[in-house]
């Protein structure tokens, strides 16, 4: 078992398990399918050019990349229904974190400014 294995099995699973919320997962091309993700409405990032911590409101979902195995890998265009709240939104980035997982920022559908 490598790290990226240990990781998923005894870090992003037990996340999710306790953070995750149900989502319909829609790729750009093919069926749509179920995942758990941790939905975030506030984001706390740091700006690339002065290293000062920013607070933004652009929600975002971290999601276990194993989870997409035998499905395309999420990318930017593809949308997504957070179950519990009814929210429609779309991929406007996506941030893999290296060790199987990955950040998706949001978007509304078909906004494109921010």
């Known amino acids: 078992m490598d790290w990226d294995d240990v990781v998923d099995a005894k870090i992003l699973t037990p996340l999710q398990k306790t953070f995750g919320t149900g989502i319909t997962y ?42 997409f195995v035998g499905q395309p890998q999420p990318l930017q265009g593809d949308q997504l229904l957070i179950l519990k709240t009814s929210e429609q939104w779309e991929v406007r980035e996506v941030h893999p974190d290296g060790h199987g997982a990955a950040r998706l920022m949001l978007n509304v559908p078909g906004q494109t400014d921010v």
């Open 26 to 67: 829609q790729p750009a091309v093919g069926a749509p399918f179920q995942i758990t993700g941790i939905y975030d409405k506030a984001f706390f990032g740091i700006d690339p050019t002065t290293g000062e911590t920013i607070v933004t409101t652009q929600p975002t979902v971290g999601v276990q990349l194993s989870q």
